[in-house]
Each structure stands twice: as C-alpha cells, then as structure tokens.
C-alpha cells in the first residue's frame, strides 16, 4: 500500500497558481521582445534526453538528473539544462545552416532534489547562447544582454561577478609544485572554502614567496575593481588580455558599475574554459544565475566551434520582482437562464472594452457572495429589474 | 551602510564571538540579555543576531535570511551547504574523532557506527576504504558501544573526558573543527564592502 497521500506532489514539484502565472507569463513576454529584438531566435528542445549525450555531458550533478527507462532499455533523463540540449541540436544541425548561432530559450528543467524542499526540482530558465564565435565581442554581447535584460525586468540593484578559468589557472599552476596542489585548490574554490584554501596553502610546504603570493592573492581576488589589480600575480597571458579586451568592451557600454571582478570563481565542470560569470541580485538568497564560454562542451558534441552564453532562473526573478497589482478589470455577468442571449451580447460588449469577463448562470450557482467577492465588477441579468 | 543580519549559535559560541566582534571594535552593548529571545537588533551598527540552534546556522545562511554566521566546521561538513567559509574564528577549537571500547576491532562483515554527523562518518569510512553501516544517533553518543549498539562512534572530541569516563578510547582522529565565518553568496556579493570590512577587523582579532 502506498503512503502517499492523494494532496501530495514529488518532492520539489510544485503547482503554478494564477498570480504566479501571470507573473512567469510577464517576465516570458518582456525577456522574449527583448531578445528578439536583439535577434536572437527562441527554440525548444525536448523534455526527455538521452542519459548517454545529454545527461553525461550535462554540468549537472549525476545524483540530480531525473532518469527514466524507455521501452527498448535506454536511459533517459528530463533536461537538466538548457545549454546541453541547445549544443547537441546545433552541432547536429543548425551550425550546418548558420554560423554564428545566436539562439534563445524559456523552457522548463529539472533538478531532483536530494533530501528538503524549500527550492523546485522543476523550474523556468531563460537564457541565450552564442555559437560559433570565439570572439571576445561574443563575450561581451552576453554579458552586456545579460545587464540589459536584468534592468529591462526593472531590477536595480543587481551584480555580475566575472572571473576567467584561464587566469585562474595560470595563477594556480605558477604558485603550486604540482598539478594535484592545483586540482586541490581549484576544488576548495569550486565550494568556496576560503578557509580551507589558506589551510592546504600552508600545508603544502611550498616556497615562502609562493605561499604567500598564493595567500595573498586569495585575501584579495574577490575584490579587484579592475583588471590592473591582478597583473602583480599573473605573467601576461592571453587569458589576462583577453579580460582586459572584454573589460573595456563593457566600459564602451558604460556597463562598468554591474560588473565585479572574481578570479576565484571556478566551475566543476572542466568545459567551462574562458571566462565565466554569476549573476546576483539583492532580494533572493541564490544567484539569478549564470554563465561563461563553454567551448569545451561543443567538443564534447563532436564540434570546434566557441561558445558562450547565460541562462538565468525564472522562479528566482520573481522572488526579486516587486509584485504588483494586476491591471485587468473583472467583470461578472451573472444571468437567469433565459436571458442568456442578452447576457452573451452583454459580455461582447463588455470584452470589447478590454475587460475579462466571466459569463455565469444564477443556476449554476452555489454561493453567490463567495463568488462575486473575486470581481472588480458584478452585473446582473435578470428578468424583474433588468441589467444593474 | 547597509544592514547586516548575522547567524549565532546560542549559548558559549555566541558569547566568545560577541566579544569577538567587541574587541574588533564593534559598537555593541557590554550586557546582551539573551534569555529566551531569538532576534537582537543592534540599531547603532545596523546589525541583527538572529539566536540558532548551531546545526541551523549554515541553513539561514544559505537561504539568505540571514547575511552571514558563525557556524562549527562539523556542521559545515556534516550539511554541505552552499554557503562561502570566510574566516577561521579559532574559537570552541575541538576535533572529531573515532572512539569504542579498549582493544577492539570492528565487526568484520557489518561493521556499525554510531553518530550525530552519519555524513561525516560515511564519507570518512568511504575514504579509508571500509563499508560501514551508520546508526544516527542525537546525543549520548558513547552509550552505544558499551551497550553494543555500534563498534565505533564518530563524535566530537574536545578534552577527551567524556570518552574516559565511559570507558572508551579515541582510535582515528578524523578532522580538526572551529567556529567558522561563513557567508550567503548573494549577500558576500551585494554587501560585499560591509562584509569585507567585518572579516578584516575580525581577521586582526584571531591574529
């Protein structure tokens, strides 16, 4: 015998109710007019993927993909994620057609949740990719999408947080004595151990000026205001200039207040090899999301081509949103059986004014009071006195 | 200035890190009456405490109700929250360590231990290479071996007393625990220049 109750739903799904519908539908319509605009073409891929190509390659945990069986034995797993899917259908198809890719997505994925509720296991994201491209211009135009989109929501108080995997890495690989010290240290990164990063810094034993470039470097990576700041840890590289090229391209786009720099920032996931950011606002305890180039992952599909893009959590926008009342009008026509001609003329006319109308029958009726509660309006037709 | 909402544990850890952040020049009041209250605001530093219990702290942090917290490495181990470890507090300094009777050895085909932290004591076991059931316990640990519940328990060490009036004995030291500054990543992001000045002035308390 089952112990689940008839009320329950999976752990972590949860039901949309209007409000927040309408919500999730205005923050779809402004992200979709603005991205078009920008010229970005929206796609969908499906909900059930192959665990084999896109659960594997997924940056998602293993432990959070929902997987299924298929009739032949196959695993598959609900989309975790929209990247993933978007760089099996482009390198498949659509980089045979156009070359670069800017494509755009709202779709819904899904995330199983290990123990606690408090967070959906099924969640909108929106977000854009650029395939193709390796350019630090393809950089920029995301990140400046992602600043540009944020305040077209009406956020204000917003912050990106861009670091870069190649300068991280020379940092590491220059101030360790091997590549398992490094691996350490990017991993206390990836957790944001700040504490266990000083601890195996010192446990290492490694030479004075290198710990304590390492230790200093750490005390400060996380509030450089400009790119000049790190030149004292790193040997010029093309990772640095490429950061100096993209900071300057969104100081042309006088963008520069939105943005911190974090070289700490690191990913799990080793396709993430250029630069890479997070995305935060005041008003949410999680980050409205992320991104980076991801030219690893194309290669995972079987593809040389660069790639970057963002992709930000709808259910989080609207924890920052300020919610607002809705403008529509409601009207309640509510009519004895055989006035039901007048009343649907009525109701015509009334929809005409740009009202939302619902038609009701005084039959149908249980409990007129509560009913009529829910309107901004409510007009009788009826036979004694006419329509109110 | 923006207003800070700060994560204590209650009880010893909070008065040693209340007079922590005194001594790092914080303009808080010498006598916090704590005795039943759960929030305290401190309007002079725009600063709020919010009274935990401590394996609740990582949680408000993580949820972003509260900025930042005083958190024990335990509870950070045992939880793997996301949350960013800021500072080293060197405070309520202990280890967790395993313990049983004198001369034993584990169960060979299903060796049991009993534990508060059953993610700790997993993924120790793991390491080492031994599959080991865990029972999960919520206090008085060191009864199970003597009454034969478990071979091992994986507990908290700081004198080592507790273990000695029970007869028991420490075999492995499993990892060295403090109190740990700890933060939201929204917040260490969006108030960053606040909570950057309180871990330096805190950074020149520990030394």
New interface residues.
């Given amino acids: 015998m089952s112990s689940i109750k008839m009320f329950e739903k999976p752990l972590g799904m949860r039901d949309t109710f209007p409000i927040t519908y309408e919500k999730t539908e205005k923050v779809r319509q402004i992200g979709r007019e603005f991205l078009r605009a920008r010229g970005f073409d929206f796609i969908q891929t499906p909900s059930l993927e192959y665990f084999d190509t896109v659960g594997k390659a997924s940056a998602i945990y293993d432990a959070s993909l929902f997987k299924l069986v298929d009739s032949q034995g196959n695993t598959l797993v609900l989309r975790p994620d929209m990247t993933t899917p978007i760089a099996r259908v482009a390198t498949s198809k659509l980089l045979k057609e156009k070359i670069p890719l800017r494509l755009s997505y709202f779709a819904n994925v899904f995330r199983a949740q290990q123990s606690e509720g ?1 967070r959906p296991a099924e969640f909108g994201q929106m977000g854009i990719e650029i395939i193709g491209d390796e350019s630090v211009f393809a950089d920029a135009e995301v990140i400046i999408t992602v600043i540009h989109l944020i305040q077209a929501f009406g956020i204000d ?1 917003f ?1 990106i ?1 861009i670091g870069h995997a190649g300068v991280l890495n020379c940092i590491l690989k220059d101030y360790t004595e091997s590549s398992e010290q490094a691996d350490t240290l990017r991993t206390l990164l990836v ?6 990063f ?2 195996a810094v010192e446990s290492f034993d490694l030479p004075i000026t290198k710990s304590n470039a390492l230790l200093q470097f750490i005390s400060e990576a ?2 450089f205001v400009s790119i000049g700041e790190i030149e004292k840890y790193v040997r010029k590289n093309d990772s640095l200039k490429y950061m100096q090229q993209l900071m300057e391209l969104i100081e042309v786009g006088g963008l520069t207040q939105y943005v ?1 720099l974090d070289f700490t920032l690191s990913s799990h996931m080793n396709y993430y090899t250029g630069m890479l950011f ?1 995305v ?3 008003g ?4 409205l999301g992320n991104g980076g180039r991801y030219d690893g992952l194309l290669q995972h599909f079987g593809t040389n081509v660069g790639a970057t893009g963002f992709g930000i959590r709808v259910d989080r926008i609207l924890e920052v949103l300020p919610s607002e009342p809705s403008p529509d009008q409601t009207v309640a026509i509510i009519f004895e059986e055989v006035l039901f001609a007048k009343a649907l003329e009525m109701a015509g006319a009334y929809r005409a004014e740009g009202k939302r109308v619902t038609l009701q029958s005084l039959k149908g009726l249980a409990d007129e009071k509560a009913f009529t509660k829910h309107f901004d309006k409510v007009v009788y037709v009826s036979q004694e006195d006419g329509a109110e | 200035m923006s207003h800070l909402t700060i994560a204590m544990p209650k009880g010893r850890i909070f008065e040693e890190a209340y007079q922590m952040l005194i001594d790092a020049g914080f303009n808080l009041p010498e006598e916090v009456e704590m005795s039943r209250k759960l929030l305290i605001e401190i309007p002079e530093e725009q600063i709020r405490f919010i009274l935990a219990k401590p394996m609740d702290v990582p949680v408000y942090v ?4 509260a900025d930042i917290g005083i958190a024990g490495k335990d509870t950070l181990l045992e939880l793997r929250r ?7 507090l060197k405070i309520s300094q202990c280890y967790i360590a395993s313990a049983g009777l004198p001369n034993t050895t584990m169960n060979e085909i299903a060796p049991r231990i009993a534990t508060k932290y059953p993610n700790i004591a997993m993924n120790y076991y793991k390491e080492i290479g031994e599959q080991v059931e865990i029972i999960e316990l919520n206090g008085s640990i060191e009864l199970a071996p003597m009454i034969g519940l478990a071979d091992r328990i994986v507990d908290i060490v700081s004198t080592g007393r507790t273990l000695k009036e029970n007869g028991l004995v420490e075999y492995e030291h499993i990892t060295d625990v403090s109190s ?1 500054l700890i933060a ?7 108030k ?1 220049a606040r909570i ?1 000045e309180l871990v330096s002035r805190m950074k020149n308390i520990v030394g």
């Fill in positions: 408090g108080s912050k947080t957790e944001r151990n700040y504490v266990g000083e601890e996380t509030n911190a997070e935060f606002a005041q949410s305890g999680f980050a | 993580e949820h972003g109700v996301n949350v960013h470890e800021l500072l080293d740990r939201n990543p929204v917040s260490y992001r969006m960053s950057q």
